[in-house]
C-alpha cells in the first residue's frame, strides 16, 4: 500500500520562505514521477513543480523540488512567499506498470500566508 503524507503547512507571513515535505512509504521513491500541486480557494488542482518541471516563478514567488532518497522524501522550498500563494499543497506520486497508470495522492497541508 502506497501512502504519501505532507507536512509543513501552517501560517506563514509574507516574504517568508517555506518548506513543505512529502514522505512516500509503500515504495521507493525513485519508481515514482512526483509532483506537487495546489488548490487556491475556490480554483481547480494545478501544477506547481514536476521532476520535468522542477523550478517555477509565479509573480514574486519561486518554487522548487528536491527529493531525498534516502529519507524517500520529497521536498516543496518556497521562496519570498504571498498571499496568493494561499491554499492547499498536494504532493503526487505516479507510475506506469504493465500498461497501467498508478497516481498516488496525499491528503495536503494548508498553507495559509498572512500578516
Known amino acids: 500500500h502506497v501512502d504519501l503524507v505532507e507536512s509543513g503547512g501552517g501560517l506563514v507571513q509574507p516574504g517568508e520562505s517555506l518548506t513543505l515535505s512529502c514522505v512516500v512509504s509503500?515504495?521507493?521513491?525513485?519508481?515514482?514521477?512526483m509532483a506537487w500541486y495546489v488548490e487556491y480557494p475556490g480554483r481547480d488542482r494545478e501544477e506547481v513543480v514536476t521532476?520535468?518541471?522542477f523550478f517555477r516563478r509565479r509573480d514574486d514567488t519561486l518554487f522548487t523540488m528536491a527529493r531525498d532518497d534516502s529519507l524517500n522524501t520529497l521536498f516543496l522550498y518556497v521562496y519570498n512567499i504571498t498571499t496568493t500563494d494561499t491554499g492547499v499543497y498536494f504532493c503526487?506520486?505516479?507510475?506506469?506498470?504493465?500498461?497501467?497508470?498508478?497516481?498516488?495522492w496525499g491528503q495536503g497541508t494548508q498553507v495559509t500566508v498572512a500578516s
Open positions: 521532476t520535468h518541471r
Open positions: 503526487k506520486g505516479m507510475t506506469d506498470f504493465l500498461d497501467r497508470k498508478y497516481i498516488y
Open positions: 509503500g515504495v521507493n521513491i525513485t519508481k515514482l514521477h
